[in-house]
């Protein structure tokens, strides 16, 4: 009897002080600790703040197979991935997808960019139908290899899925690449 009543409290210390998975909330907008994208449960790997000119933007969280703080190995994985954006200010969707594109160019040459060219106009015409992501927002872009790149507004899908996966390869090195939208939002992706 005290053999069994220390055996359930060793047990319950050990799944006490074992670590356990919390939602991370970046200027108030909440990022759970796993999501599940075409099927796959994913995790988050890491989630920050998007900056631009000393303007709070958005916080971002990427969920992924398999958590890494390396860049090249998220960049690398299979399955789907989830890149979730939390609005912090009304944007217009043309900004919006300007933005994206700057991104886009500066993390591939002008070869890899014309390659993509019908992904990036099936892009900016689905944001262009948005008309304006609003302080509050979420958008997510969803990598579902059986369909393509999903674009979803507050739970609701726009557009029709992007195909290729080096589309949404090319995505995430907006903020994973070598010259990425903001350093400091690199860094919290990669969990640090």
Request: aromatic letters at 6%; zero cysteines.
């Amino acid at each position: 009897m005290i053999r069994r009543a220390l055996a359930l409290f060793v047990l319950s210390l050990a799944v006490a002080s074992a670590p356990v998975a919390q939602t991370v909330s970046v200027e108030g907008v909440r990022f759970e600790p796993t999501a599940t994208v075409g099927g796959a449960d994913l995790v988050l790997n890491g989630a920050g703040l998007r900056t631009r000119a000393f303007f709070k933007v958005y916080a971002a969280g990427l969920y992924v197979p398999q958590k890494s703080g390396d860049a090249a190995a998220l960049l690398a994985q299979d399955g789907p991935r989830r890149m979730s954006i939390g609005m912090l200010r009304d944007v217009d969707a043309a900004t919006f997808a300007s933005s994206l594109i700057e991104g886009l160019k500066s993390n591939h040459t002008e070869q890899q960019l014309a390659a993509l060219g019908p992904q990036i106009e099936q892009m900016q015409a689905t944001l262009k139908g948005i008309g304006e992501a609003k302080k509050g927002d979420t958008i997510q872009l969803d990598w579902i290899p059986e369909s393509g790149t999903r674009i979803v507004v507050n739970g609701q899908p726009r557009g029709e899925p992007i195909s290729g996966p080096a589309f949404f390869t090319a995505l995430l090195r907006i903020w994973l690449g070598d010259k990425p939208a903001d350093s400091s939002l690199k860094r919290a992706l990669l969990g640090g």
